[in-house]
């Protein structure tokens, strides 16, 4: 895996013969009580290696774009206009800085309901951001957010209740816990894996270290943390990577293990 382009919203990663594209949608600011011990508590104290701006914890939010030049599938879609913070739905203008045509956009794989990952499926004037879009994968926990404003894309999404294979390359893999449908993607080519991951990690400077902190809104805190350790042991192994909507953008890094927990190396500089 390596970094070959970026711009002010994206970078471009050669991963075997595929590529990824990072798609940032901007960032969301929330208060550090968000952070919960093993007993469903407020972290008490906060430690110094967490950064705040001004008193809240900074998220960023990613997107994912795979393509092998043939086919390809969009992880996630940020939040369009549906979100308070205008920090956030920048998606559209990423997508125009990597040179992706959303007219070419069949397939969309969603790692969850919640708003700032799905509701790019509708842009700010109210169309389909993906006119020729087939598919949306997204876990059979949460398909019944494709209500209201999404309601239109109702027949074309395809329930994941097991892990399946969206093409060649990518699998789906259930991870509930933050919500019911929460769901991985497994992107593999020969040169590796790389896991594609929504609400798994929060707070990277904090949840590598300490994995067994959780996020008040995970649905199932213990479930939750069981997927996080699982996941974060496989992406341990050689040849794994990780691409988190909420590491810092651009949001791919390997993990190695460190002490009780877990050491995170970027393989881009920050963007944003």
């Not at 050669?14 to 600011?29: A, H, M, T």
Request: aromatic share 6%.
């Amino acid at each position: 895996m390596r970094l070959i382009s970026s711009g002010r919203h994206h970078a471009t990663f050669e991963f075997g013969d595929l590529r990824v594209i990072s798609l940032r949608d901007g960032y969301i600011d929330m208060p550090p009580t968000r952070l919960r011990d093993e007993d469903g508590r407020a972290l008490p104290v906060l430690p110094p290696v967490v950064p705040l701006v001004g008193d809240n914890l900074r998220l960023s939010v990613n997107a994912f774009f795979v393509t092998d030049g043939t086919r390809s599938v969009l992880i996630d879609t940020g939040a369009s206009n549906n979100w308070h913070d205008p920090t956030m739905g920048l998606i559209y203008d990423a997508l125009d800085e990597a040179g992706i045509d959303r007219a070419k956009v069949t397939d969309v794989a969603i790692t969850h309901r919640h708003e700032d990952h799905v509701s790019g499926l509708i842009a700010p004037d109210g169309s389909e951001a993906f006119p020729e879009l087939e598919r949306v994968w997204m876990g059979a926990g949460d398909t019944s957010v494709f209500t209201g404003r999404l309601e239109p894309i109702r027949d074309r999404v395809v329930s994941v209740s097991g892990p399946v294979a969206i093409n060649d390359w990518t699998t789906a893999i259930p991870t509930p816990g933050h919500t019911p449908g929460h769901t991985v993607y497994d992107v593999s080519c020969g040169t590796g894996h790389l896991l594609v991951w929504g609400d798994t990690v929060h707070v990277p400077t904090l949840q590598f270290d300490q994995p067994n902190v959780s996020w008040e809104l995970d649905g199932n805190q213990a479930q939750a943390r069981a997927a996080r350790a699982a996941l974060l042991e496989q992406l341990a192994q050689p040849h794994h990577f990780v691409a988190g909507a909420h590491l810092d953008s651009p949001g791919i890094a390997r993990i190695a293990r460190s002490g009780n927990g877990y050491a995170l190396e970027y393989l881009a500089p920050p963007i944003g």
